[in-house]
């Protein structure tokens, strides 16, 4: 059991948008940044978004991070075919003292 | 460019060892907050270990007593070395790395690079 929680699955029509939630606690989320993370089918995970809500250069914009509290959110607007991948949203856990990835979404574009 | 290169992954028994190494190009090994991170098949990301630009390294609970991290400065490498495996270790393992921090919004680790990653099996 992840000490992030997502939900194991989303999917969504191309150009629409779905949003990713990422649920922790007042140890980890609730006190440092959060940082998401794509992971295409057979390739080492990307870096999404990272401090929350700032993208990495050459990441689209249709990609946006949110936190409230001790959950975050991550939002893909305009989806398409090649966003269908599996995303980890991660951050730094206080009590743990290391970082922690919730147990990953696998989103299908249908 | 930055690359990160994962070598000495396979096939070991239980109770075995191995060493993997992480050659780094682009990239100041011993100037980045640098962990391995492994995914068992079908499963999600596990962080198993870091070494921090000081030198200061921890472990996973899973991982602890049984694998060492360390990294050779001048060939901008980074390592780990698994003994005592198990099946439960088998899995691809990945050096990843980049800053950390302790900002106004907490404490932050991005990991900004990735290696392809190495499998490491354990089975007899």
């Known amino acids: 059991q992840s000490v992030l929680t997502q939900p194991p699955s989303a999917s969504g029509t191309p150009g629409q948008r779905v949003t990713i939630s990422c649920s922790g606690s007042?140890?980890?989320?609730?006190?440092?940044?959060v940082y998401w993370y794509q992971q295409l089918p057979g390739t080492a995970p990307k870096l999404l978004i990272y401090?929350?809500?700032q993208r990495p250069s050459g990441v689209p914009d249709r990609f946006s991070g949110s936190k409230s509290g001790t959950s975050a959110s991550l939002a893909i607007s305009g989806l398409r075919s090649e966003d269908e991948a599996d995303y980890y949203c991660?951050?730094?856990?206080?009590?743990?003292?290391?970082?922690?990835f919730g147990g990953g979404t696998k989103l299908t574009v249908l | 460019e930055v690359q990160l290169v994962e070598s000495g992954g396979g096939l070991v028994q239980p109770g075995g060892s191995l060493r993997l190494s992480c050659a780094a190009s682009?990239?100041?090994?011993?100037?980045?907050?640098m962990s391995w991170v492994r995914q068992a098949p079908g499963k999600g990301l596990e962080w198993v270990s870091v070494?921090?630009?000081?030198?200061?390294?921890y472990y996973a609970d899973s991982v602890k007593g049984r694998f060492t991290i360390s990294r050779h400065n001048s060939e901008n490498t980074l390592y780990l070395q698994m003994d005592s495996l198990r099946a439960e270790d088998t899995a691809v393992y990945y050096c990843?790395?980049?800053?950390?921090?302790?900002?106004?919004?907490?404490?932050?680790?991005?990991?900004?690079?990735w290696g392809q990653g190495t499998l490491v099996t354990v089975s007899s």
């Open positions: 682009g990239f100041t090994v011993n100037s980045n907050y």
């Open positions: 991660a951050t730094w856990d206080d009590s743990l003292s290391g970082p922690v």
């Open positions: 070494i921090y630009s000081g030198g200061s390294t």
């Open positions: 990843a790395g980049g800053p950390y921090y302790y900002e106004s919004g907490g404490y932050g680790v991005s990991f900004d690079y």
């Open positions: 007042s140890s980890n989320i609730g006190s440092n940044y």
């Open positions: 401090k929350n809500n």
